[in-house]
């Protein structure tokens, strides 16, 4: 059995023991002795108690310091007042032993102490510190929760958390003032980090917001009204430009949803525009047919949720709308199409649809043709469903004016030069993006029948000479100076040979440049001819160069006065049309990206002949080497070395003329030229 409870005791669990069980063991105390002493100091206050009169207390409280001016203990005192009336028990004579044996103890300790010297005091400090530190509460890990030991704050321990007066730990702010306090000063402000906000400003650039000088009142109205939209309830009597703004920094902040969605709402408005619909659902969408019945033109972005319950409410609560804009609206059916063109579609005059994955195929477009015959603007862009098959029956819409196709099936050039030669006479707008099969013969179709474009975008076509851009702007062609062009990726590609053939120039090169540009030039507003890298360095020279003579337009058949008059101004040899470099008056966007040719020199010339250039956009110019001094009131995105210059000097009387830098005339005198009367762009807002 002996044997069995040894085992058992042995394998016992025991839990861990305190500091203080350690201690009380090493000194051999045990808790019979702490107990038996307590009883004995209890028992010897009470006999004090009982048989000691007010006069011995009394007599005791004067006798606590003797004649050499040592101070006697009050309890001992007592007990001899008491020993001289009663006769004393054992426990109290042995407990009066006991103390006067301490007493002698620590006088000895004393004297011990005294002839050791300090070795023996360090010693003994020592030991008292270990003891004290032994009761220390350990400072808390990095990572848990701690007092603030000045302020009483709750924060988290860190590894550079700083200890307090006391021993204990400080917060953050308490460290920094223990900090300044240490170092007998407060400490030195930091300087303003340079370029703080560079990013937001490279933003607004991109966005088309100057950033030099203060805001308009306007704009600062509206950046406001978008910070605080939670806290708005209505927007008022606003303009249809306003709301539309307002809906654009909305959807670029990704605000807009069902609560703010109403602050667009108005029964009296014509125009709604949401362009960011993703957070709407079906009641939302139901909700701005309800407010609205009178609306004609609808504007919806990511209509994610646009379902067929919708367009038959819409079709119910809003007869009126003429102009229908929706994108990725993918819920709706090919029926419910179907049911819309034929009940609503003679009213529709402007259609406009973008990311449609699974529905509207070719049999839709044909149902759209038969019943929308008044349809004079008409987009298609990423409609996976429709094939080069629709191109014919486009054909049929007599009065289109404006044509914008983008299709995800490769498109042949025998199908669009038909509909370009049905079409073509009545077109403003051509734009036919992602061309990869156009040849010269698309270029010659257009140049023979659109005798009234004004805008002409062809993207990615790399199967057209340079020759045939040159014949697209010579004088035999019908076509009339263009206000918008935008030849993106016209250039060849060949891996081998990225320069191109150099017997027969493919893309947009350099003398297919020089004719658009001395055909167009006087009338053009933006022009876009990004990653057109064939484009040579001296063209560019000689197209924006300031001592070269503005361009004579020679038009085969002028539509009206006003272009026979800026013949004639161009002409003459009158000071505005020679000495001044004004050659492009109206152009405000310029896209040059990747055209690897442009130099700082191309930039500083761009800027001399074009005064209402408000965008130059060069991303992709490796060659801007140089820093590019902008002037005030224009925008140069993309090269990340450019300056903005502040300076301006007055007028000079010529309306800004020579702050273009007509002072290129002048041997020495061009930077100077630059400084001279240089117009206040305003700029309110992309």
């Avoid at 003994?124 to 032994?134: I, K, S």
């Avoid at 309306?655 to 020495?668: M, P, Q, R, S, Y």
Wanted: aromatic content about 6%; proline content about 4%; overall charge negative.
């Amino acid at each position: 059995m002996s044997s069995r409870r040894s085992a058992a005791n042995a394998n016992r669990i025991r839990g861990p023991q305190s500091a203080l069980t350690d201690f009380l063991a090493a000194n051999n105390i045990s808790a019979a002795q702490i107990r038996d002493s307590y009883n004995q100091r209890a028992q010897a206050a009470e006999a004090t108690n009982t048989t000691a009169t007010p006069t011995d207390i009394e007599a005791a409280a004067l006798a606590r310091t003797d004649t050499t001016g040592a101070e006697v203990d009050t309890t001992t005192t007592t007990v001899t007042v008491t020993s001289t009336t009663t006769a004393p028990s054992k426990k109290r004579k042995r407990g009066g032993d006991d103390k006067a044996a301490e007493k002698k103890k620590a006088a000895a300790k004393k004297a011990k102490k005294g002839k050791k010297g300090s070795d023996d005091e360090s010693d003994d400090n020592y030991e008292d510190a270990m003891g004290l530190d032994m009761y220390k509460k350990a400072k808390p890990l990095p990572g848990q929760l701690e007092n603030c030991e000045i302020c009483a704050k709750r924060f988290t321990v860190t590894a550079y958390s700083k200890s307090g007066p006391d021993g204990g730990l400080v917060c953050g702010p308490c460290g920094k003032e223990l900090a300044k306090e240490a170092v007998g000063g407060e400490k030195k402000p930091k300087a303003a980090v340079k370029g703080k906000g560079r990013r937001k400003v490279e933003s607004q650039r991109l966005d088309g917001i100057l950033t030099s000088g203060s805001k308009t009142l306007q704009q600062l109205c509206i950046e406001k009204v978008a910070d605080f939209h939670q806290d708005i309830e209505e927007f008022g009597d606003l303009p249809d430009n306003l709301l539309s703004r307002l809906s654009e920094i909305f959807a670029k902040r990704r605000v807009i949803d069902p609560r703010t969605m109403k602050l667009f709402l108005r029964p009296d408005l014509e125009t709604v525009a949401i362009h960011d619909a993703a957070k709407l659902e079906v009641e939302d969408y139901k909700q701005i047919f309800a407010v609205v019945p009178k609306v004609k033109k609808l504007v919806l972005r990511n209509a994610c949720q646009f379902k067929d319950e919708v367009m038959e409410y819409m079709m119910e609560k809003a007869p009126l709308i003429t102009h229908f804009q929706v994108y990725a609206a993918n819920l709706i059916t090919n029926s419910m199409w179907e049911k819309f063109f034929k009940t609503h579609g003679h009213k529709l005059e402007t259609l406009s649809l973008e990311w449609l994955d699974a529905t509207f195929d070719d049999d839709i477009v044909q149902t759209m043709i038969t019943h929308c015959p008044n349809l004079t603007r008409l987009k298609l862009k990423y409609c996976r469903q429709i094939t080069a098959a629709s191109l014919v029956t486009l054909a049929q819409l007599k009065k289109l004016n404006h044509l914008s196709l983008q299709l995800s099936a490769t498109v042949e050039v025998d199908l669009l030069i038909p509909l370009i030669t049905t079409l073509g006479p009545k077109l403003s707008t051509l734009s036919l993006e992602s061309c990869t099969e156009a040849d010269d013969t698309l270029l010659d179709a257009i140049r023979t029948t659109c005798g009234k474009l004004n805008k002409l975008r062809l993207t990615d076509i790399d199967c057209v000479s340079d020759a045939a851009f040159v014949s697209l702007f010579s004088n035999g062609s019908i076509i009339p100076a263009l206000s918008y062009i935008d030849f993106t990726k016209a250039r060849d590609i060949d891996n081998n040979n990225p320069d191109g053939p150099a017997d027969n120039p493919m893309g947009l090169c350099s003398e297919g440049f020089k004719a658009m540009m001395a055909h167009s030039g006087l009338k053009l507003r933006e022009l876009h001819i990004p990653s057109c890298r064939h484009i040579s360095q001296a063209a560019f020279i000689d197209v924006f160069s300031p001592n070269k003579p503005a361009p004579v337009v020679e038009e085969a058949a002028p539509e009206d006065d006003d272009d026979e008059e800026m013949a004639d101004t161009t002409t003459a040899p009158t000071l505005a049309a020679i000495a001044l470099p004004d050659h492009y008056p109206n152009l405000e966007t310029l896209n040059l990206s990747f055209c690897s040719t442009v130099e700082a020199s191309t930039i500083r010339a761009i800027f001399k002949t074009c005064t209402s250039l408000q965008k130059l956009i060069a991303f992709g110019c490796f060659k801007i080497l140089e820093h590019v001094t902008v002037p005030k009131g224009k925008l140069l995105v993309g090269v990340p070395n450019a300056q903005d210059a502040i300076e301006q000097v007055g007028d000079d009387g010529f309306g800004g003329a020579f702050g273009a830098g007509v002072g290129w005339g002048l041997d020495g005198m061009g930077d100077v030229g630059g400084l001279l009367g240089k117009g206040v762009v305003e700029e309110v807002g992309a």
